[in-house]
């Protein structure tokens, strides 16, 4: 009857095939045969009372075929009530064999095929989507693995650069302290006014390499993050003045005025970092000289804005040179930044002073910008959050700088000192020897750690200018050795002082952990 009822049935175009089973053992065996049975219409009293029954949980438990759609069709609903069924068999639908009709028993199958068809669907399209989260999955875990191996071999990389920046400086500032040193001797002594320049010559082309050096460095321990910044009181006019005092040589050879404005109501004391401020009015004002025929280059510090907690300060360095192109301005402040970069360029430089002012700038709270003026020149723009020092602030001196120098020599050379230096350099050696000289003090010399040890089992200094990169035994090994309660040094407390070519922040750190007391690099 059911065939009859469903013969020349189509569902989408595709007829059906019917599989006919008489007890519940051999519909067990087709359905095993055709695990791609689409419509189940189960009676419930076969062979047994409940072999229908017992053939649905078949299905549903043993074969875990949970997409089949099923239907009870019983003669006798009071063996199997319908509520009862429908929960504990998970059945689609149900009904007595007394209430079949034709357009029912069609109305049912199409609607169990359209369901079992949607099911399908939605199972391809779920395990698709599970193949593709799987596959995600795999392509982010791979990802993750790049990306760790990436960050590894960037770090790897990172500390490698910083460790050849840190050799290349050692490298270069152990000869440049030679160099420098010998000509800020040579500009002590008597000399004619063609030796001075000679002497001036070779000192200021040694500075220029050493910032060139500084400025690198610089670089590198802003990219990594180590550049420190120390909050201090200061003289702002003094600052201002004393950047100037370094220029006005300069500005004088080239018949430029180099002119100094502090507003009459900016505060004389602040907090902040004086040294990097005094960093980007240096860059500033000697890229202004460099640029600059004739005319003059000015400094000006003024309030911006302030508040009971602090003042937003400007400086404006502002000069009447050629100015800056305006296809250059938007790129003036990055790394190796050069307006003129070919070989018959007028002007030198390794493009960094720039870039690292702002990064000084922004780093302390402020910016910095460029522009050009209506009437020729350029006007560079720096804004820094500066604090307000509590207290007085008349423990300031106002002396120059050289004067407080004279007054430390005169101290220095009236002292009977035992100096013990350390240094495997000749060309240091004699030039650190020289410079006492000029103090009127000695020095004995050695040229490795060991030599320091045996020297101070017997004999007493009253303190050591220590290398730390020597033969046989180098600067670190040696205090830490000096310091050891339990070694041969009597002078366990003799004060060291690091007089070493390098100069990155974690070197000054290696010193002070060693023991050292102080830290001068060279030159």
């Not at 005025?257 to 009015?281: A, F, N, W």
Request: glycine fraction near 6%; aromatic fraction near 6%; charge should be positive.
């Amino acid at each position: 009857i059911t065939q009859v009822c469903l013969k020349g049935f189509v569902f989408k175009g595709r007829k059906i095939s019917f599989l006919d089973a008489f007890s519940g053992s051999q519909a067990r065996q087709m359905i095993r045969e055709n695990p791609d049975t689409a419509f189940i219409m189960a009676d419930v009293v076969m062979e047994t009372r409940d072999s229908g029954l017992k053939f649905i949980r078949f299905v549903r438990e043993d074969l875990k075929n949970s997409l089949v759609q099923i239907a009870v069709r019983t003669g006798q609903p009071g063996l199997a009530p319908e509520s009862e069924i429908i929960s504990s068999y998970r059945i689609n639908s149900y009904f007595s064999k007394t209430e079949v009709t034709a357009q029912k028993l069609v109305s049912l199958v199409t609607t169990s095929l359209r369901t079992y068809d949607l099911t399908i669907r939605l199972e391809r399209a779920l395990e698709k989507r599970k193949r593709a989260e799987k596959q995600l999955l795999k392509l982010n875990q791979d990802l993750e693995q790049k990306v760790d191996e990436r960050t590894r071999q960037l770090h790897r990389a990172n500390e490698m650069k910083n460790q050849f920046l840190a050799n290349m400086s050692h490298e270069v500032r152990t000869p440049m302290n030679g160099i420098m040193g010998t000509a800020t001797l040579l500009l002590e002594q008597r000399l004619t006014r063609r030796q001075q320049e000679y002497a001036h010559i070779i000192h200021s082309s040694a500075t220029a390499l050493l910032t060139i050096v500084n400025d690198i460095l610089d670089l590198s321990r802003i990219e990594a993050g180590r550049m420190k910044f120390e909050i201090r009181k200061f003289d702002l006019p003094l600052l201002v003045e004393e950047v100037a005092a370094m220029f006005r040589h300069g500005a004088a050879d080239k018949g430029l005025d180099l002119e100094v404005q502090v507003h009459e109501h900016t505060p004389r004391y602040l907090s902040g970092d004086d040294t990097r401020i005094k960093q980007i009015l240096i860059n500033l004002v000697g890229n202004a000289l460099k640029f600059t025929q004739k005319g003059w280059v000015r400094i000006r510090a003024f309030v911006e804005k302030q508040d009971p907690h602090g003042i937003a300060l400007a400086f404006e360095v502002e000069d009447t040179g050629p100015g800056i192109s305006e296809a250059f301005l938007h790129r003036l402040f990055d790394k190796f930044s050069q307006e003129d970069v070919s070989f018959g360029r007028k002007f030198g430089g390794a493009g960094l002073g720039l870039a690292i002012s702002k990064e000084l700038a922004v780093r302390m709270g402020g910016s910095i910008e460029a522009s050009n003026k209506k009437t020729g020149g350029a006007v560079f723009k720096v804004i820094l959050n500066l604090g307000k020092p509590h207290g007085r602030g008349d423990d300031f001196k106002d002396e120059k700088k050289e004067n407080r120098v004279k007054e430390l020599r005169q101290k220095v050379s009236g002292l009977d000192l035992n100096i013990l230096l350390a240094d495997d350099n000749p060309v240091n050696q004699r030039v650190f020897i020289l410079m006492l000289e000029s103090l009127n003090l000695s020095a004995r010399v050695v040229d490795n750690g060991r030599a320091v040890l045996e020297l101070l089992e017997d004999q007493s200094f009253d303190m050591i200018f220590m290398d730390v990169q020597m033969p046989e035994l180098n600067g670190l090994e040696t205090t830490r050795i000096i310091r050891d309660k339990a070694s041969k040094i009597r002078q366990k407390d003799i004060p060291i002082i690091a007089l070493t070519a390098h100069a990155m922040e974690e070197n000054v750190r290696a010193c002070l952990d060693a023991g050292m007391d102080r830290f001068l690099s060279k030159p």
